[in-house]
């Protein structure tokens, strides 16, 4: 999901972890807090309007509900994302929902505890996916000493009441423009429309998105049309001009240039890449929200041995 993306706990409760090699997610934030590890290859990531860039083998902390943008380089960036539910540790910690901590980069970390933390999830992630006996209790164990190294090593703040609420105000106003511009951007869609929709001036919404998403309205329309048209593009099954009228272009002079200042290269041009690559499988899967690409469990397993090998020394 693009907006506050629902996490399923489906294996361990409050626990989700999983390898992805991704090249592009648009802006989002979770209901859990999330951990990033550059496995191979690095991404810029847009942390509340703040750019950053994570090289590779760095890990990267978001806090619950942190707006987030991110970008991989053209091959894309293999990582290991680790979701945590505050209900984790609710108990001990009823306050982690609010809890902000103040570095995202966990390498700043004393150089044993961070060494220590690369063994604990890529053994957590293991476990995780070989599932020998009480498996979820050693997860369970291992992600709640980590929550424990976090709180010990890293200056944090916890939100008031009203922070908390603004935040949660702001987080709602975003969800309510990417539903609006998810369910119109194949139409002529205006900035008004939305503002009216939200009782609320141009002049404010304008500001509010510019501020929140580092662009306009009308740039972030024509993002989420480019992702829509590269997700039908990728199936093969639609001509080039049906794909520019169905996402929203308001003529194919206009789709043509939106595909060449994002990759450099002509509709027609990136859809003959497409159809010599469609054999790999690293092929990325593609919608309006990501360019990415999951792993099975028999794969995951692969990748967690390649690189147990080359982070755990």
């Not at 979770?30 to 309007?49: P, Q, R, S, V, Y």
């Not at 509900?65 to 990582?79: D, F, N, P, R, V």
């Not at 901590?101 to 961070?114: G, K, M, Q």
Request: proline content about 2%; some cysteine; aromatic content about 12%.
């Amino acid at each position: 999901m693009i907006n506050a993306d629902v996490i399923q706990h489906q294996i361990v409760k409050d626990i989700r972890l999983y390898f992805n090699t991704l090249h592009y997610r648009t802006l989002h934030f979770h209901k859990d807090m999330e951990i990033l590890w550059a496995l191979d290859g690095g991404f810029e990531i847009l942390i509340d309007n703040k750019q950053k860039t994570v090289e590779e083998g760095k890990i990267l902390l978001l806090n619950v509900g942190q707006l987030h943008e991110i970008k991989a380089a053209s091959k894309g960036c293999t990582m290991l994302a680790v979701h945590l539910s505050p209900n984790l540790v609710a108990k001990e910690v009823p306050a982690l929902e609010h809890i902000r901590f103040e570095e995202s980069f966990l390498h700043t970390l004393p150089e044993e505890t961070y060494k220590g933390i690369k063994t604990l999830l890529l053994e957590t992630m293991w476990q995780y996916l070989k599932k020998p006996q009480y498996y979820e209790l050693y997860c369970t164990n291992n992600m709640r000493m980590f929550v424990y190294f976090l709180l010990t090593g890293l200056p944090y703040h916890v939100l008031t009441e009203k922070e908390s609420l603004v935040q949660e105000k702001h987080n709602e106003r975003l969800q309510s423009l990417v539903r609006f511009v998810e369910q119109n951007y194949m139409y002529n869609i205006r900035l008004s429309d939305f503002a009216r929709q939200e009782g609320r001036s141009l002049n404010r919404m304008s500001h509010f998105i510019k501020s929140t998403m580092g662009q306009s309205f009308r740039e972030y329309v024509d993002l989420v049309r480019f992702n829509a048209a590269f997700t039908m593009m990728v199936t093969g099954q639609y001509k080039m001009l049906d794909i520019c009228m169905e996402c929203g272009f308001s003529d194919y002079k206009y789709f043509s240039k939106a595909f060449l200042s994002r990759t450099g290269l002509t509709p027609e041009m990136y859809y003959k890449q497409l159809s010599r690559n469609a054999g790999d499988e690293t092929a990325a899967e593609h919608n309006i929200y990501s360019q990415e690409r999951f792993y099975t469990p028999e794969q995951s397993i692969g990748l967690c041995e390649k690189f147990r090998e080359k982070y755990i020394k």
